[in-house]
């Protein structure tokens, strides 16, 4: 009987299709040793070789090219059968799921919508509607709302931007700073320029995890600079971590990173981009609205909406 975790067919499944160990460290968020160490304890297991290691590149054997060819679409559907068996439960209980963007610290938290959605209904003489929550990527988020997984959902909000039967609803506005490592030698400053950040690696989204802010980010960036260097991140968490090892910095706000990494960095506001700002957003599809739905936006539009998003902090 084999001893196999799921972290290693993760490890591997990752690394066959990005054939870079930086880049799945980064994306499961682990370090290089500890991919390194799943991969190895799984060809032990399996007594063979699943890769081709040179300095250059990461290829699988043909032995690890069958295997991946027979997990990949098996492990897809148990992650499937798991969202499926999720949504099951929470019809059968009459609970709303809400997804949050994993790691970002925005206005609406878990546990302060739990509670005022609870008071809102006991006031009106409602039921209780219990409250299931999931913490996704960005990407997660758009394809769990459009399969019907989630009923709400928080997130930003141009990364709701043409999705097809989804409404959202803006909640506030942040402003956006150059986001810099502590270290970095402009970070005491009370505000620079972006020409002081023109010799500056910008970390952005990728398109794969959010297209519209990507695009948003490369046409700001080409806007203010003939040719920026700018680095794609996989998700939100990458950036926070490649910020902390000095990798580069990027434009946004502080709500962005991650607490565990909050002290790493340091917000300063930007000349050119004092009135710009972003969006903090609630979606949701309304072909399915019904008097759950209906109530659990009612209150959050009377709590959490403001009438002028332009200063929101």
């Known amino acids: 009987m084999y001893h196999i975790t799921t972290e290693q067919i993760e490890a591997f499944l990752t690394l066959a299709q990005k054939k870079n160990y930086r880049e799945v460290s980064e994306m499961l968020f682990i370090t290089q040793p500890t991919v390194t160490k ?4 799984l060809e032990k297991e ?18 690890g090219s069958l295997l991946f060819d027979t997990w990949f679409p098996l492990y897809r559907r148990f992650l499937e059968s798991a969202a499926e068996v999720q949504q099951i439960a929470s019809a059968r209980h009459n609970q709303l799921t809400i997804s949050m963007l994993r790691d970002y610290r925005g206005d609406v938290r878990p546990e302060t919508l739990t ?35 989630i009923d709400f959902s928080f997130s930003l909000g141009f990364d709701y931007d043409n999705l097809q039967y989804v409404q959202a609803q803006i909640l506030s506005r942040k402003k956006i700073y150059a986001l810099l490592p502590s270290q970095h030698p402009l970070a005491g400053r ?59 910095i990027t434009l946004g706000n502080r709500k962005f990173l991650s607490e565990s990494t909050e002290a790493s960095f340091t917000e300063v506001p930007v000349t050119e981009l004092l009135n710009a700002g972003y969006e903090e957003t609630m979606a949701y599809t309304a072909g399915d609205m019904n008097d759950r739905k209906k109530w659990f936006l009612d209150y959050v539009l009377e709590k959490y909406i403001v009438s002028d998003v332009s200063e929101t902090e």
């Open 38 to 41: 799943y991969i190895q304890k």
């Open 46 to 63: 399996l007594g063979i070789p699943l890769f081709q290691r040179s300095t250059q590149s990461v290829e699988l054997t043909e032995e």
């Open 115 to 149: 509670d005022g959605f609870e008071a809102y209904l006991a006031g009106r003489g409602l039921p209780a509607i219990p409250l299931s929550f999931r913490f996704l990527s960005m990407r997660e988020q758009r394809e769990a709302l459009q399969s019907h997984q």
């Open 190 to 248: 009370k505000e620079v320029s972006l020409g002081e950040l023109e010799d500056e690696t910008f970390l952005v989204l990728s398109p794969t995890e959010s297209f519209s802010a990507n695009n948003v980010t490369a046409t700001m960036l080409h806007r203010f600079f003939r040719q920026p260097r700018t680095r794609i991140m996989t998700n939100l968490q990458s950036m926070a971590y490649a910020l902390t090892r000095g990798d580069g």
